[in-house]
């Protein structure tokens, strides 16, 4: 318990540390690199943040793994002591807009969620909490999930997933308030816990949602995949984060009730 | 000269009186009505805002004229001093999210736009400028538009008309870093005049853009209809936002050169 405690504390401290020098960053000059495509983008800055935080959590617990964004560390996230890192999403908003992106850390133990943090950098709004510990906002407690009508909620997703009416999506998004596009995947998902946003719909990586479902299960959510094959810990999977109560009825719409 | 700096100071005074007052209101109940449709929604505190705005502009300016959201006011643009008014641009947002939504006031002259303001309420960010004032973000003088490439743009629009590709949308936005959606035309031409989107597309009626296009003609932006008719300054129109020299080959890409 005291453990964990101090690991979280220690989390928002390197979180904090990331995002100043992220900041820092932004009046120098940014190397962008092309990924796997033109669109798929990383920046020295990306590097530079993921390698200030393994080498924070690795001095302070050398025998902690690490499950990275950049560089290859992809430790198995079931075995033992894990760091899951996000250095920078929503890199393209960073490089065009200097704003509206994330650091995103979730720890651990033998595959169980202890605790996860997303840093809206620029907003200065750090979210943190989940397995023993409540959710928070900065300094604001985050009530759990309250039911809303369907046609009174705003939905986030990934623009492409949307448009294409990936497995009923666009469906579903048609009985809301409609359809927010925000670019990244901590930014929605920090909307989802707040309660501006219902649900979220993208086709990510662990270090994107891991952070979110973890804060996400203690408020009443829950992330699965949209296609209904287990979450892999591992690769890029299209996922939900939606709320418990709302699972069946958005499953239903969406046609993949079984 | 000194007479148009002064409504300036006036229109920067009521703005923030105007989100003063929405500030305020989000603690109390917020009474929600359906205007055409179950997600065309307008509140009291809408009508109320424009009430102030109203009144404060009639108190000061007996003789010039209102074109406005709510309660039918609609002096014609071309016909003498008019003020162009939003109480609240993102009603949607404003009763989800509680955030991301703006107050817009345009002014004209016998059609001619003289200044324009949009008001981010929760982020106090306050845009205004244009005709022969320099556009500013708060204390920030907004340069004007640079040239980059589309590949290293995003653009911003209406979530619908994306999934549709109207008139050729999607395809273009294929071109760039993707899409956003933010649920107010306000917030997202905003985003264009701070070089954050390069371009912003969408349905929508003169108080939408009256501001952003007096304040983008200012920084090398020009409004025009999607389809290829006059802007009517009257009615809901498909219109674009985008950079004056860009706007040949966004034509071209969309399908509407000739």
Known sequence: ????ENKLIFAKEIIKEAGAFIKESLSKTITVEEKTAFDDLVTNIDKQTQDLLVARIKSSF????????????????????????DPIDGTVNFIVQQDNFCVMIAYYEEGQGKFGLIYNVMADQLFYGGGQFDVYCNDKLLPAYKNR?????LVASNGAMYAKNFHGLKDLIDKTLGV????????SMSKVLSGQILAYFSVIYPWDYAAASIMGEKLGYHLETITGEPLDYFSRQAVMLVPKDRLEEIKHIMGSEN
């Open 149 to 153: 009508p369907l046609d009174r909620c």
């Open 180 to 187: 927010r596009v925000y670019g990244g995947a901590g930014l």
């Open 1 to 4: 318990m005291y453990h964990l």
């Open 62 to 85: 050398p025998s902690d793994n690490i499950f990275a964004e950049e560089n290859g560390l992809v430790h198995n996230i079931k075995d033992g002591n894990v760091w899951v890192l």
